[in-house]
């Protein structure tokens, strides 16, 4: 009998699906979306997201406030269970930052999958003073927690420290048992804990869970050890430390990228018994940066047979919305092929690859992108398209609390660039609403560019700027190229001595229409003030003793990469010039605080 090929097919897919499903029935709920159905009989994985503390501390990632509070919100309505929002000791800025996330997201409970509230943490070194401010910062936060630690490897007790074994002990234990004496909740960490000597891990731990730490971090602080010795660390490390098994401490990893290995070491310490997973969005933070957050939750819903933990109160959904919040509030940007977040991480260009897809999706995605809030359809949006076309694929996108004055705004951008590149991509799209959503509050904003360049020609640029009360000023500038003309016209607008550290361009789109994006970093030039011999130096910062290092990155995105140019650098100085008058507004606080104590 003649059987068609569209009927053979249908069957084979059929056989294929039951087959799976029969036989590898937690892999195939989880490929489909669905959760776990042992997960209720399962240990909850507690998140731990440092994205504000230890990713900020990436070169060049340097958040201000209001930035600060929007990843916090956006952390709060994923589900993150505890928010190290900061090190409130490192800075004024950095304390009030802490204290405002405690006040105003501390509370929060929208959007939370099980109804809580966000554990809001601060870090602090094993002193005093430290602990003293971490508790000032987070206490207004209806769950807080004070994370102190200490390093306790010989290299660092050598070198940095000059402390014996002895002498760390004491130390450690004196700082949990402050800390347990202001708060509830103590998180103690082993800095370098992969260089350590595991049993002298175990009697500090000890004394730590005497003095009253809930949490003790493992963390691999430079990035050095492997998943099997790792693994195999964590479980001697409960086994053998005094109280390690008891069911009220929590035993925690914090995992960092310098030999690619942090995700890895991260799981396989979960394998072995840590129920807390320190991790940051994007991965990003000191050096190589450190576990992705993304990463981990969804190696554990993709894989749920084979962690015996769970993490249903985290919502996937919002991974992507977070993600880009975070690239383009730090200019960090994420690499093309970054897993789970990167634009070619759902993406197939290969025949072969394309053709099994479209037959079944499975065949070559082991996640749907609907759940890490991604959408598998393309639609192709161009000059012609209405605004309800528009609407609904922002909405797919994520973009649900735009006003319709944004997206009459936007659409007329998409419309504006489909003239230039005739289809407007997801990608397209995300950049340019990206780009005006998340960038700084302006204090100038540009309102023009013009360049003349070529080969016979000195490259000359015009900028027209406005400031916040409304005055226009223009400027033109002769320069190397192009750029640098356009940059000395918005150094000469706004006044404020700079030097360029970084200038990076990338295309997001495809194309020879491609939306492209600039990122630059910036840094203020120093202070100079007289020395006594008569000569010139550079002021020191009076938090760290050190000549001024702060950093400042912007972001820009325009089919134009001069304009994308001009955006980003204008964003930088943006950010420059509002950290000057935070700072200007703290010195004012300060010195009517100390007017005030006085009786003046």
Known sequence: MFVSRTVRRA??????????????????????????ETSESKDKLVIFDTTLRDGEQSPGATLNRSEKLQIASALSMMGVDVCEAGFPIASPG???????????????????????????????????????????????APKHRIHTFLATSDIHLKYKLKMSHDECIQKCASAVALASSLVDDVEFSCEDAGRSDPDFMCDVLGEVIKAG???????????????????????????????????????????????????????????????????????????????????????????????????????????????RMVSQFTGLSVQRNKAIVGVNAFSHEAGIHQDGVLKHQQTYEI?????????????????????HAYRSRLLELG?????????????????????????????????????????????????????????????????????????????AEIGAGPVDSIFKCIKRIIETPTTLIEY??????????????????????????????????????????DVSQKLYTGSGSDTDILVASAKAYVNAFNKLVQSQEMDVIRSRRVAEAAASASGN
Request: proline share 4%; hydrophobic share 35%; glycine share 8%.
């Open 213 to 323: 730490a809930t949490t003790l971090n493992i963390p691999d602080t430079v990035g050095y050890v492997a998943p099997d010795e790792y693994g195999a660390l964590i479980k001697y490390l409960i086994e053998n430390t005094p109280g390690g098994k008891n069911p009220d401490v929590i035993w925690s990893v914090h995992c960092h990228n310098d030999l690619g290995l942090a995700v890895a070491n991260s799981l396989a310490a979960i394998s072995n018994g840590a129920r807390q997973a320190e991790c940051t969005v994007n991965g990003i933070g000191e050096r190589a940066g450190n576990a992705s957050l993304e990463e981990i939750v969804m190696a554990i819903r993709t894989r749920p047979n084979l962690f015996p933990v769970h993490t249903k109160q985290i919502d996937t959904t919002r991974i992507i919305r977070t993600s």
């Open 367 to 387: 996640m749907r992108p609907e759940s890490v809030g991604l959408t598998s359809n393309m639609l192709v949006l161009g000059k012609h398209s209405g605004k």
């Open 504 to 545: 990076q361009v990338s295309s997001v789109t495809q194309g020879t229409g491609a939306v492209g994006s600039v990122s630059v970093t910036i840094q203020q030039t120093p202070e100079m003030e007289d020395t006594k011999e008569g000569t010139k130096m550079s002021k020191l910062n009076p938090q760290t003793g």
């Open 94 to 140: 950095d304390f009030d930052a802490v204290r405002q996330i405690a006040e105003e997201i501390g509370p929060l409970t929208e959007g939370r999958l099980d109804g809580s509230t966000m554990r809001i943490a601060g870090l602090s070194r094993a002193s005093e003073k430290d602990i003293v401010r971490c508790y000032d910062a987070v206490k207004v």
């Open 11 to 36: 069957a084979i897919e059929g056989w294929i699906r039951t087959r799976i499903s029969r036989e590898c029935p937690k892999t195939f709920r989880a490929m489909s979306g669905g959760v776990n």
């Open 399 to 475: 973009f649900s609390d735009l006003t319709d004055e944004q997206i009459e705004d936007f659409v007329d951008r998409f419309k504006r660039l489909a003239d230039e590149k005739k289809v407007v991509t997801d990608a397209d799209m995300e950049t340019i609403v990206s780009d005006e959503l998340y960038k700084p509050e302006p204090v100038w904003a540009l309102k023009s560019v013009h360049v003349t360049a070529g080969n016979l020609l000195k490259p000359t640029a015009t900028v027209s700027m406005v400031d916040k009360d409304g005055k226009e000023v223009n400027v």
